[in-house]
C-alpha cells in the first residue's frame, strides 16, 4: 500500500492534481473509490479528471441514475455513486462493480463507503476532506501493485 495527500487552496491546484493524476491514468485505465462529505469536491475531481483524458461530454453527478458512463476519449470513463443504494443496494452489484476494474477503463466510484470495503481488487481510494481554510485536502492511497505506482507517480 502506499499512500499521498495534497492540499488544494484554490480551484487551480485541484486542476492541476486531477490533470497529473489524468496522465498516470489515461492509458491502463484504473478503479477509484472517492470518500468525502456532501459537497468536498468528489464529483468536482472526477470532472476535470474527465475534461483531462478527453471526456466532451457534460460530465454530471450520478447521483440518481447510479451511473453515468462517457465513451467520447480515447478510454471509457465511468461514474457510479453509491449514495441512493446505500449497504444493502451496493450488495446487489458488487459484482457489477468488479467487472468495471477489469479492463482499460476508468471507473469512478462516489460515495466508496457504503460499499463496506467489499471491494477486494486493486484499486485508488481518494479522500476528500475540507480545511479550515476552504481548502480541499485529497489523500491517495493505492491498493495493489498497478496502483501503487500510479500513487508513485503523484509524487513525483
Given at each position: 500500500?502506499?499512500?499521498?495527500?495534497?492540499?488544494?487552496?484554490t480551484l487551480e491546484d485541484t486542476k492541476k492534481l486531477a490533470?497529473?493524476?489524468?496522465?498516470?491514468?489515461?492509458?491502463?485505465?484504473?478503479?477509484?473509490?472517492?470518500?468525502?462529505?456532501?459537497?468536498?469536491?468528489?464529483?468536482?475531481?472526477?470532472?476535470?479528471?474527465?475534461?483531462?483524458?478527453?471526456?466532451?461530454?457534460?460530465?454530471?453527478?450520478?447521483?440518481?441514475?447510479?451511473?453515468?458512463?462517457?465513451?467520447?476519449?480515447?478510454?471509457?470513463?465511468?461514474?457510479?455513486?453509491?449514495?441512493?443504494?446505500?449497504?444493502?443496494?451496493?450488495?446487489?452489484?458488487?459484482?457489477?462493480?468488479?467487472?468495471?476494474?477489469?479492463?482499460?477503463?476508468?471507473?469512478?466510484?462516489?460515495?466508496?463507503?457504503?460499499?463496506?470495503?467489499?471491494?477486494?481488487?486493486?484499486?485508488?481510494?481518494?479522500?476528500?476532506?475540507?480545511?479550515?481554510?476552504?481548502?480541499?485536502?485529497?489523500?491517495?492511497?493505492?491498493?495493489?501493485?498497478?496502483?501503487?505506482?500510479?500513487?508513485?507517480?503523484?509524487?513525483?
Amino acid at each position: 500500500m502506499c499512500s499521498v495527500e495534497f492540499v488544494c487552496k484554490t480551484l487551480e491546484d485541484t486542476k492541476k492534481l486531477a490533470y497529473k493524476f489524468a496522465r498516470l491514468i489515461e492509458h491502463d485505465g484504473c478503479f477509484i473509490n472517492l470518500y468525502g462529505e456532501i459537497g468536498a469536491g468528489k464529483t468536482a475531481f472526477v470532472k476535470l479528471v474527465a475534461e483531462a483524458v478527453g471526456v466532451t461530454e457534460k460530465v454530471t453527478s450520478p447521483s440518481f441514475v447510479i451511473l453515468n458512463e462517457y465513451h467520447s476519449a480515447n478510454i471509457p470513463v465511468y461514474h457510479f455513486d453509491l449514495y441512493r443504494l446505500e449497504n444493502e443496494g451496493v450488495k446487489t452489484i458488487l459484482d457489477e462493480l468488479r467487472e468495471y476494474s477489469e479492463s482499460r477503463q476508468i471507473s469512478f466510484v462516489e460515495w466508496a463507503e457504503f460499499s463496506q470495503d467489499e471491494i477486494p481488487f486493486n484499486h485508488i481510494k481518494i479522500n476528500v476532506t475540507y480545511e479550515e481554510d476552504d481548502s480541499r485536502k485529497y489523500s491517495f492511497t493505492g491498493i495493489g501493485d498497478d496502483c501503487i505506482k500510479i500513487v508513485e507517480g503523484l509524487k513525483q
